[in-house]
């Protein structure tokens, strides 16, 4: 009976999470959320601009060739992305969080090694994994563990670091091609990433508390992942949704990639790269901004 009783409690202290409290153990995962996102979009979404206008350079590859390369990325990583939450519930999310770091930090030395067109597919593979243990499917999933009314603010303030790996990883990584050669800065850059990112990971990501919406006992009646899959290519409401920010990335991911080729004959390298840094500094203001009333508004259109 004791033991009951015991179990009771410990549920209803689960219940009683505050969310907004600056003491609630969510927002350490939110800076380390943060964190993950800066190196991640900083190597696998910025950097995508810094690699076609050096790899164009050292090689004479034409933008075309390398730009092929990029989609192919990004569009292995959106089939990596649809299992992460899978993932997430079998290995937990710090062991995810982990080889994710991994695999970008290797993707980023790889990439500083390529010398034909074929292994820059295969560092291409390597950095899909990385993205897709590093970028939006992944932080979001795993802030969905913590945070129920908190979740929209969480995930907005832990994606500023999305930005700030524009802001300043680009233009470091930049310096840092101009001081040691694109090889070695490479190589330097992901052991900077392996050394900062895992032990912030090991030290502050636990596992995560009981959600409250449901409890426990009504996740058995939830309905499989690959059941979930089907019925949303099945949805014409997500499908919209999904063909309209597919398009906005389409446009987005278009101009961010080509913008140091486009731009160092005109202004230079470093120019360049001070001009991502503008255009990512904007996305900060706006999340921030958002980030306020986003959960305010109402999500499920009722």
């Known amino acids: 009976m004791s033991g009951n009783r015991r179990s009771r409690l410990d549920a209803s202290s689960h219940h009683a999470i505050d969310e907004s409290s600056i003491r609630y153990d969510g927002w350490r995962i939110v800076a380390v959320c943060f964190v993950v996102a800066t190196f991640g979009w900083a190597f696998g979404f910025y950097g995508q601009s810094v690699y076609l206008a050096e790899l164009h350079r050292q090689h004479g590859w034409s933008a075309s060739l390398i730009s092929t390369a990029t989609t192919f990325f990004y569009l292995f990583g959106a089939l990596l992305v649809i299992f992460v939450a899978e993932t997430i519930k079998k290995f937990g999310p710090r062991n995810c969080l982990l080889a994710g770091t991994v695999a970008m ?16 597919y295969l560092a291409d593979i390597a950095l899909s994994f990385g993205w897709a243990g590093t970028s939006l499917a992944m932080i979001s999933t795993t802030l969905g563990l913590w945070f ?17 790996g524009g802001v300043a990883g680009v233009p470091l990584l930049v310096m840092a091609i101009g001081q040691f050669g694109f090889s070695r800065a490479l190589m330097l850059a992901g052991a ?35 059941l979930i899959r089907a019925r949303a290519f099945r949805d014409i409401g997500f499908l919209s949704v999904s063909t309209a920010f597919a398009l906005v990335l389409f446009a ?29 500094a904007m996305a900060v203001v706006g999340r921030v901004l958002f980030s306020t009333v986003i959960d305010r508004l109402n999500h499920g259109g009722e």
Request: glycine residues 10%; proline residues 8%.
């Open 192 to 226: 900077v990433m392996v050394v900062l990112v895992i032990p912030i990971v090991l030290i502050f990501v636990g596992p995560p508390p009981l959600r409250l919406s449901g409890g426990p006992s009504s996740t058995g009646d939830a309905p499989s992942s690959s």
């Open 105 to 120: 930090a290797a993707a980023i030395v790889l990439m500083g090694q390529v010398d034909a067109p074929w292994q820059l």
């Open 148 to 164: 129920d009314q908190k979740r929209g603010m969480a995930i907005s303030l832990a994606l500023n670091g999305a930005s700030f």
């Open 252 to 280: 987005q991911v278009g101009f961010i990639v080509h913008l140091i080729a486009f731009l160092d004959p005109v202004i230079g390298r470093s120019g360049a790269a001070v001009a991502i840094a503008m255009l990512t």
